[in-house]
């Protein structure tokens, strides 16, 4: 099973500062089409998880630009450009390369 | 509005049976693959099982193979995990979750929101 590795496992900061949270798969999630099967969940405060990014850096609907994705083969990374208080919650991000599925360990953000 | 609603958990002991249903709606259902994923806090978010639009093609992760079967029926909309011989450590949230694919899977786009199963040993 392909293993997902995020850091940091926990992240506080100032509101209008940017954050990056770290993906590390045990394996290349580039497919042969040219794709990274890597997504980016986020599940805030007494919710279900929510999708931000999918196949590595596009956008949800919904989501606002200030929130990004990027990366290739191994090593992923979710950028929040000016945190506000309502991106607070534990963001996972989980490879669809081959089943099983799996997720990271989740990074709590949450402001100063 | 695109809404997974999801029925079934409960309490049971060890070893008995449970059904999860999901009713979809506000898509077309038959369009797209689905799965179910579960939390358990110490455990954190764990993918369980995937269907594709036909159920040609079905998965499961490792620990529940052989005991849960994924399974839909796209005239009601609905999509069901029938989870037999149940274990201490299938005690989880369990979400009824909406893939952006059809026949392949990518990512998870709609999420329910759950219904907890409890075993007691």
């Known amino acids: 099973d392909i293993v997902m590795t995020q850091s940091p496992l926990s992240l506080p900061v100032t509101p209008g500062e940017p954050a990056s949270i770290y993906c590390r798969s045990s394996?290349?999630?580039?497919?042969?089409?040219?794709?990274?099967?890597l997504d980016w969940y986020v599940q805030k405060p007494g919710q279900s998880p929510q999708l931000l990014i999918y196949?590595?850096?596009n956008r949800a609907s919904g989501v606002p630009d200030r929130i990004s994705g990027s990366g290739s083969g191994t090593d992923f990374t979710l950028r929040i450009s000016r945190v506000a208080a309502d991106d607070v919650g534990v963001y996972y991000c989980?490879?669809?390369?081959?089943?099983?599925?799996?997720f990271g360990q989740g990074t709590k953000l949450e402001i100063k | 509005e695109v809404q997974l609603v999801e029925s079934g958990g409960g309490l049971v002991q060890a070893g008995r049976s449970l059904r999860l249903s999901c009713e979809a709606s506000?898509?077309?259902?038959?369009?797209?693959?689905m799965h179910w994923v579960r939390q358990d806090p110490g455990r954190g978010l764990e993918w369980v099982a995937a269907?594709?639009?036909?159920?040609?093609?079905?998965a499961y992760v490792d620990s529940v193979k052989g005991r849960f079967t994924i399974s839909r029926d796209n005239a009601k909309n609905s999509l069901y995990l029938q989870m037999n011989s149940l274990r201490p450590e299938d005690t989880a949230l369990y979400y009824c979750?909406?893939?952006?694919?059809?026949?392949?899977?990518?990512?998870?786009?709609?999420w329910g929101q759950g219904t907890r199963v409890t075993v007691s040993s």
């Open positions: 196949l590595g850096s």
């Open positions: 269907i594709n639009w036909n159920s040609g093609f079905k």
């Open positions: 979750v909406k893939d952006m694919g059809t026949s392949g899977w990518y990512a998870f786009d709609m």
């Open positions: 989980m490879h669809a390369l081959q089943t099983p599925f799996t």
């Open positions: 506000g898509f077309t259902f038959h369009d797209h693959a």
């Open positions: 394996q290349s999630l580039l497919h042969s089409n040219g794709d990274n099967y």
